[in-house]
């Protein structure tokens, strides 16, 4: 590689200032990330870490964003600000960005960074022509975006602080006419780690990121074109506080989950978003369709496209197609829609119409989980220990409209009996059964089979039409395998971590220590502890996915990982056994398992 290119990749990316701008840009932002935790902060402290005295602290406050400067508190010796703020620095991505083998750029201030990164691989294409495109791959974070734009050049408000904004630059050899699903692919991967974080994001198709009716986030795909090939540039903006925008309900991260840190989920959507991509350009969005399905608010509504404000057509929607377009039932009709410059709205979304209620349980070893259904979408998801029972009792009581109600469970009868008690109507229970939605059960006596891994399997159905091997991380740890061919092979259960660790503390001379921390090769009892435990579930799920590879004979096999410790297990699966594999990690996949039973009755 010449040095003109190596200092164009090393380099991509410079703010479009003069030097002396660009260094006061820079100081405001190290002022910015001290304060961004929206703690109080000595101001002392501030100017000795600043290495400036008060006059200086006060330059670099002046040279912060307006609105963050608005948003300052000053007094006692202190500073901070009222709510916390989204600021990055390139420093904090360098072993990431080695991991992931995406160079991570930081500007303080851009227009857009769809466009400045366009510009920048123009340019590194324009003095290099023959050079590896792959070579291109990076992601570009603004602190400040300050023209940014959507669909048809709308305006994207995004004020500093308040809204995450970054671009990817990512070589496709797939053909551009076959990468119209795209959008789509990304806002599932957004709305994944979303709901990894606890905000239960849905997409309004076609790549609308939601959390109930208010926008939390959005897409803008674009592409440069490059020998028979292209570059995709791929733009996300991400509300952490909601952005005040006239005739549009917004929503942003912090209403949802106050104690999210950007870096982390920052970290999280570029590595989703590059992992799932990659996929695409390999095997077509049909890959995804049954995921997007799932994570689609719109399913079963009625609605209306519009098009420059006017509607087009109205309907039902049923789903999405291979491509990623929208089927909608109307006239008595299947229609396509392609995403093109038409947008979707509730026909009856100020109404707020309901049809129909039910209310789902799944009731575990430890503790309760339910599900608000409404028209068949899952509109809420609650949790409570047994100890605390009253909390479903008082949700049953508020809603007295719920007259459905279904469950499954593998506690005891006692238990069963103590959530008969708390909700207002009779519960019908669903078990382990031979044949259900297409897959047959192979296990020897379906009547000792725990239903959560029947409804686990079911549910499975849902996220991948490929061979899949399902593991639930709970009291126990579960993994089981079904194939393409709808079998259900059955499986593995071990002690989850805490059974694993308390054998150890009760039965075991001097191994009544506390969980350590993971190592390859622990030095210190806790850390041997925690090791051999996740090295055990590990290496399960690896063995049970090898016998389910080699029993379907070159077909692809997918990961399902649910229950609440799935990403522990998810972060230590070994990265070469990861690499090019489909891992999806699914909360309350019982649930989805049983709303599936309850559709095919």
């Not at 608005?70 to 989204?86: A, C, I, R, Y």
């Not at 007295?400 to 499954?408: E, L, P, Q, R, V």
């Not at 389910?548 to 070469?576: A, C, W």
Request: hydrophobic fraction near 40%; charge should be neutral.
């Amino acid at each position: 590689m010449n040095e003109t290119m190596e200092n164009l990749l090393n380099n991509p990316i410079n703010n479009s200032f003069d030097n002396e701008q660009s260094s006061s840009y820079f100081d405001s932002d190290a002022l910015w990330l001290l304060l961004a935790d929206a703690k109080p902060h000595n101001v002392a402290d501030l100017c000795n870490r600043l290495q400036t005295d008060a006059g200086g602290i006060n330059r670099y406050r002046l040279a912060l964003p307006d609105n963050v400067r608005e948003n300052l508190k000053q007094g006692d010796g202190f500073w901070q600000l009222k709510t916390p703020s989204v600021v990055f620095r390139e420093s904090d991505f360098a072993e990431f960005a080695q991991t992931e083998e995406i160079p991570v750029h930081i500007v303080s201030e851009c227009l857009s960074t769809n466009m400045l990164l366009s510009e920048k691989v123009k340019t590194a294409l324009a003095a290099t022509p023959d050079i590896n495109p792959d070579l291109l791959r990076q992601a570009l974070v603004a602190n400040r975006q300050t023209g940014g734009y959507g669909k048809q050049g709308r305006l994207w408000t995004a004020p500093a602080g308040d809204v995450l904004t970054f671009s990817l630059s990512i070589f496709s050899r797939r053909p551009r006419n076959q990468t119209g699903a795209m959008p789509l692919v990304i806002a599932l991967s957004c709305q994944k780690v979303l709901r990894r974080f606890g905000i239960d994001a849905k997409i309004k198709w076609p790549n609308d990121i939601m959390v109930g009716d208010e926008k939390i986030g959005g897409i803008l795909v674009e592409s440069i074109p490059h020998d028979a090939n292209h570059i995709c540039i791929i733009g996300v903006g991400l509300n952490f506080n909601a952005p005040e925008i006239d005739g549009q309900a917004t929503t942003g991260v912090w209403n949802h989950a106050p104690d999210i840190r950007p870096e982390p989920l920052l970290k999280a959507l570029i590595h989703e978003i590059n992992r799932d991509i990659q996929f695409f350009f390999i095997h077509g969005f049909s890959t995804f369709q049954t995921a997007y399905t799932a994570g689609c608010r719109d399913i079963g509504q009625d609605v209306i496209i519009m098009r420059d404000e006017k509607v087009v057509t109205e309907g039902k929607v049923l789903g999405v197609d291979g491509t990623g377009a929208l089927l909608l039932e109307t006239g008595g009709e299947v229609k396509k829609i392609v995403s093109g410059e038409v947008s979707l709205r509730h026909k009856n979304e100020s109404v707020g119409a309901v049809v129909d209620q039910m209310l789902i349980l799944d009731c575990g070893n430890s503790k309760i989980k339910w599900a608000w259904v409404v028209n068949g979408d899952i509109v809420g998801t609650f949790k409570a220990p047994y100890n605390k029972l009253s909390i479903l009792g008082e949700f049953c009581r508020q809603h007295k409209d719920i007259k459905k109600i279904y469950g499954s469970a593998v506690c005891g009868q006692m238990k069963k009996l103590q959530v008969a008690e708390q909700v207002l109507h009779r519960i019908e229970w669903f078990a382990s059964e031979q044949v259900a939605c297409g897959i047959r059960n192979h296990y020897r006596h379906t009547g000792e089979h725990g239903a959560d891994r029947w409804f686990n399997a079911l549910g499975a159905r849902r996220f991948t039409s490929n061979a899949c091997i399902v593991v639930s991380c709970g009291t126990a740890i579960t993994i089981d395998a079904l194939t393409t061919s709808n079998q259900y092979l059955g499986g593995s259960i071990l002690p989850g971590f805490n059974l694993m660790k308390d054998s150890l503390s009760k039965n075991t001379a001097n191994l009544d220590r506390p969980f350590g921390r993971i190592y390859p090769f622990a030095t210190t009892t806790p850390n041997a502890i925690a090791s051999g435990i996740m090295d055990a579930v590990v290496g399960a799920l690896i063995l049970m996915y090898d016998r389910l590879v080699e029993k379907e004979e070159g077909l692809p096999v997918d990961i399902i990982l649910t229950g609440g410790g799935s990403s522990r297990i998810y972060h230590h699966l070994p990265p070469q056994f990861v690499a090019g594999k489909h891992i999806e990690m699914v909360d309350n996949l019982v649930i989805f398992g049983l709303l599936s039973r309850i559709e095919q009755r």
